[in-house]
C-alpha cells in the first residue's frame, strides 16, 4: 500500500473521530448510544475514536442521513463536514474552491432544511414535546415548495400506537404549522387540547360547531369536543418509517 493511500486513510479516521467527538458533544451521545443506533459494539466506536479503524458503510450512512454530514468531506476532505460548519469550525472543513462552491451554491439551489423538533408527539394521550431543534433534515426545494412555506414546517418523532396502521410510533412526521386550520375534508393533523399536543385524524362536524378526534387505531374510540377548545399547530403531510428500528 503506498504512502498516499495510507495518508489518505489516517485523514479520513481523523475526520471521523472529530464527527463523533462532534456528535457526542452536540447530540449528547455516548459510545454505547451511537453503538446502539448504528448496530455495533460499543468496542467498534471506541476503536473509531482511537483512529484504529476505519468505519464501514453503515456509520457513514447514518452520519449523512441523520447528522447532515457531508461523505465528500468524510472521504476528500472537501467542503464542509455539514452545512453551516464553516462559520464555527474553519479549521476541519476544506478549502472553498470555484468548483465547491458551486457544489455548495447548487445544494442551496436545490434543496432546504427542515428543523426535528427533539422529543416525541404523541399518537395517544397526548405529550408536550421539546421544541427545541438540533437535527436538520434535506427536503428538494421544488417539492417542499408544492406543499407549503418551508420556514413553517417542522419534524418531529411520533409515540404510540393509536394512529396505527396509518402512522407508526417512531415514524417521523413532517408537520406544515401554516396550516393551522381545519380542511373541510379533514385530514390528520398536530393538535392541541389542555396544552398536550398529538397527532389525530380529525373530521369537522360544522352544523354543532364540533370536532371529530379520531385514531385510525380501532381499539380507541372517537371523541367529539367543542372546536373552540382545540388548538390546530399543523398538518400532517408527510412521514418518513426505519425498516428497522
Known amino acids: 500500500?503506498?504512502?498516499?493511500?495510507?495518508?489518505?486513510?489516517?485523514?479520513?479516521?481523523?475526520?471521523?473521530?472529530?464527527?463523533?467527538?462532534?456528535?457526542?458533544?452536540?447530540?449528547?451521545?455516548?459510545?454505547?448510544?451511537?453503538?446502539?443506533?448504528?448496530?455495533?459494539?460499543?468496542?467498534?466506536?471506541?476503536?473509531?475514536?482511537?483512529?484504529?479503524?476505519?468505519?464501514?458503510?453503515?456509520?457513514?450512512?447514518?452520519?449523512i442521513y441523520k447528522y447532515s454530514f457531508n461523505l465528500d468531506w468524510f472521504t476528500m476532505g472537501k467542503g464542509e463536514p455539514f452545512p453551516g460548519a464553516r462559520e464555527k469550525y474553519p479549521d476541519?472543513?476544506?478549502?472553498?474552491t470555484d468548483e465547491?462552491?458551486?457544489?455548495?451554491?447548487?445544494?442551496?439551489?436545490?434543496?432546504?432544511?427542515i428543523p426535528q423538533i427533539n422529543g416525541k408527539i404523541s399518537a395517544g394521550n397526548g405529550i408536550a414535546p421539546d421544541n427545541t431543534a438540533d437535527l436538520k433534515v434535506a427536503f428538494r426545494?421544488?417539492?417542499?415548495?408544492?406543499?407549503?412555506?418551508?420556514?413553517?414546517?417542522?419534524?418531529?418523532?411520533?409515540?404510540?400506537?393509536?394512529m396505527e396502521p396509518t402512522i407508526l410510533s417512531g415514524d417521523l412526521v413532517l408537520i406544515d404549522h401554516g396550516r393551522n386550520y381545519i380542511a373541510p375534508q379533514g385530514g390528520i393533523y398536530a393538535l392541541s387540547i389542555n396544552h398536550e399536543i398529538m397527532i389525530k385524524r380529525i373530521h369537522p362536524l360544522q352544523a354543532e360547531g364540533k370536532l371529530r378526534i379520531i385514531s385510525d387505531n380501532k381499539q380507541y374510540e372517537p371523541i367529539e369536543i367543542e372546536a373552540e377548545n382545540v388548538k390546530i399547530n399543523g398538518k400532517v403531510i408527510w412521514f418518513a418509517r426505519e425498516i428497522e428500528r
Open 100 to 113: 465547491s462552491r458551486h457544489v455548495h451554491d447548487d445544494y442551496n439551489d436545490e434543496y432546504v432544511l
Open 1 to 63: 500500500m503506498s504512502l498516499e493511500i495510507l495518508e489518505n486513510i489516517n485523514l479520513i479516521k481523523e475526520r471521523v473521530r472529530w464527527a463523533i467527538n462532534y456528535v457526542a458533544r452536540e447530540h449528547g451521545m455516548t459510545n454505547e448510544k451511537l453503538a446502539k443506533i448504528i448496530g455495533c459494539s460499543t468496542s467498534t466506536i471506541n476503536s473509531y475514536r482511537r483512529m484504529i479503524t476505519v468505519p464501514g458503510l453503515e456509520f457513514f450512512v447514518l452520519f
Open 92 to 96: 476541519v472543513c476544506g478549502s472553498l
Open 141 to 162: 426545494k421544488d417539492w417542499i415548495k408544492r406543499k407549503g412555506e418551508p420556514d413553517k414546517m417542522s419534524l418531529i418523532k411520533v409515540e404510540g400506537d393509536s
